[in-house]
């Protein structure tokens, strides 16, 4: 399984951005895939997931009423739409795969590589 992170980039404060995340090698069903995002010095944190078949979403407390994630099944693509985008919002954002869903990013089995964020003020 391989996961492709992309569309980061440099905004500025109140801007918008949309990350993808495209996955190979697995046909998904089941899977839960999940946004993780790190800055520097701290720790991984929970963006939200979905869950591949159903298409339920969670997004956490601090993204919910700015961010969505969406999914193309045809293209075995997951989305995060990031609107209002704010300095605190700057971190490499990570895209992870696991059949179980969980907030801990030690539980997901698949990572992709990063893809950077910068919001200036």
């Known amino acids: 399984v391989q996961l492709q992170a992309s569309g980061g980039g440099s905004v500025q404060a109140g801007g918008s951005l949309r990350l993808s995340c495209s996955v190979s090698?697995?046909?998904?069903?089941?899977?839960?895939l999940g946004w993780f995002r790190q800055a520097p010095g701290k720790e991984r944190e929970f963006v939200g997931t979905v869950r591949w078949n159903s298409g339920a979403i969670v997004l956490g407390d601090a993204m919910r009423i700015r961010w969505t994630i969406s999914r193309d099944n045809a293209k075995s693509t997951m989305y995060l739409q990031m609107n209002n985008l704010q300095p605190e919002d700057t971190a490499v954002y990570y895209c992870a795969l696991d059949l179980n869903w969980s907030k801990d990013p030690r539980d997901y089995d698949y990572w992709g590589y990063g893809t950077q964020v910068t919001v200036s003020s």
């Open positions: 090698g697995r046909t998904l069903d089941r899977e839960v």
